[in-house]
C-alpha cells in the first residue's frame, strides 16, 4: 500500500491519496477537485471513501467534485457533523475566501474504533483542539498516521479558530499520539511529513512530553 501527498489550493493544504492496487481512499481533498479527479484517472485509481481530518474550508473544498465523479461517501466526525455545509463553521466565510460548502457526510463516526473500507483498516482517534471534531487516523499496517491539523513538523494545530483548545490539542498529542510506536511516520494537513520520535525530540511546544 502507498501514500501520496498531493498540497492542494492557496494554503497548499496536504490531500493524501493511501492505495492498494487500483482502489484507494482520499484524506481532505481541500481544492482543485478536476485535477485531483486527472491525477486519480491517470492512475485508474477507485476512491472507496473521502476520509476528513476535520472541517475546515481547506480541507473540504473538492469533496462534492470526487464524490460527484466517482460516488464515494464522505466521513466526518459527529462534532462537525454541520460544517461541511456552514461556511461559519467551516471558516470560509473568515477568511475571505467565497462560501465554501459540501454536502452533509454519509457516514458520521463517534467512536475510537477500527474503520474498515475496502482493503484499508484504520485506528481512529478523535483529537480535538485544533477544531472540536479532529480525527487522526492511525495505519497500523503502513506505520503511519493521518494527523490533519492536529500535529506538524516543529509545530502543532493552531487553536484561534472557533472551537479551538489549546490545552486539548496538548492533550489529545500527548494521551493519544505520543503513545503509538516512536517510528511512526505523521503525515500533517501542511507541511512535510515527519515521525513521532522527531517530534518528541525536537518539537518546540511538545517540551516535557
Known sequence: MDWTQLPLGPLATN???????????????GSEGESLTEWLNER?????????????????GAIEHIRQTFNSP?????????????????????????AIT??????????????????????????????????????????????????????????????GNHQDLLDSIHNKLLSLPEETIVLPGHGPATSIVSEMDSNPFLNGF
Open 15 to 29: 490531500c493524501y491519496v493511501l492505495s492498494h492496487k487500483k482502489e484507494c481512499v482520499i484524506f481532505d481533498p
Open 44 to 60: 485508474s485509481l477507485k476512491p472507496l471513501a473521502v476520509l476528513l481530518t476535520h472541517a475546515h474550508f481547506d480541507h473540504i
Open 74 to 98: 464522505v466521513y466526518i466526525h459527529k462534532a462537525e457533523e454541520q460544517w461541511l455545509e456552514n461556511p461559519e463553521l467551516n471558516g470560509s466565510s473568515r477568511f475571505g475566501m467565497g
Open 102 to 163: 459540501a454536502s452533509p457526510a454519509d457516514f458520521i463516526l463517534e467512536k475510537e474504533e477500527e474503520l474498515i473500507i475496502g482493503p484499508f483498516q484504520f485506528k481512529l482517534f478523535h483529537t480535538p483542539g485544533h477544531s472540536p471534531g479532529s480525527i487522526s487516523y492511525y495505519f497500523e499496517e503502513g506505520g503511519s498516521l493521518f494527523a490533519g491539523d492536529t500535529l506538524f513538523m516543529g509545530s502543532i494545530g493552531r487553536t484561534d479558530l472557533p472551537g
